[in-house]
């Protein structure tokens, strides 16, 4: 990486603030939300999520619920690509298909409509952290299960001390800021 990047990439990490103990004893969460407040770095973390995926061909960009909305509908407008909003239970109206997956701090599920993606679409799955993968496997499998093509998965935070990336082996995976502690 760049002297530039790593200097924007550093600018970031500041605007990302810890919060001990949230939601739970014994999690340290990454709040986001004063880098989302921050025009210039928001425009920016979008950038570098949309830059390795530019020039491949992308039909649907993902992203569950919630701040996958965020990045997710960002990218998706900058690719020029549609896109699907993956649910917690019980948010979508109409037919869809569901997954179960295991959280650092319990199990949840997902949902996806039936008919968001056509076979063969090309989908980039994007969320802002990436902790244990459970989320972005049952993502992957929501997807899979309807047809579409994993190009790759893209994340704004990385949280390498729980080995998330592992549970993603087999897609191309792209993070902005990885902590290892």
């Known amino acids: 990486m760049e002297l530039q990047d790593r200097l924007r990439t550093t600018r ?16 340290n969460f990454k709040d986001i939300t004063p880098l989302l407040a921050d ?14 995926f530019r020039h491949l061909h992308i039909d649907m960009v ?8 965020i990045f997710g509908a960002t990218v998706a407008a900058e690719l020029s690509a ?12 109409s037919d869809k298909y569901m997954e179960e997956y295991e959280l650092e701090y319990g199990t949840d599920r997902m949902e ?12 980039l799955l994007v969320d802002d952290v990436l902790a244990t993968g459970g989320t972005m496997v049952a993502c ?3 997807i899979k299960a309807l047809g579409g093509e994993i190009v790759g998965v893209a994340v ?11 549970q993603l ?6 993070s902005i800021l990885r902590y290892d502690s």
């Open 112 to 123: 996806i409509h039936r008919d968001s993606i056509e076979p063969g679409d090309r989908v």
């Open 12 to 27: 970031l990490r500041e605007l990302i603030r810890d919060v001990p103990n949230f939601p739970k004893p014994g999690v």
């Open 82 to 93: 549609g896109f699907i909003p993956i649910r917690k239970p019980g948010r979508l109206p």
């Open 62 to 69: 993902a992203g569950p619920e919630s701040r996958g909305f």
């Open 169 to 174: 082996a087999s897609v191309p995976f792209h």
């Open 39 to 52: 025009p210039a770095a928001f425009a920016l973390s979008i950038e570098y999520l949309t830059q390795p």
């Open 156 to 166: 704004l935070v990385e949280l390498g001390f729980l080995n998330g990336r592992n």
């Open 140 to 142: 992957t499998r929501l």
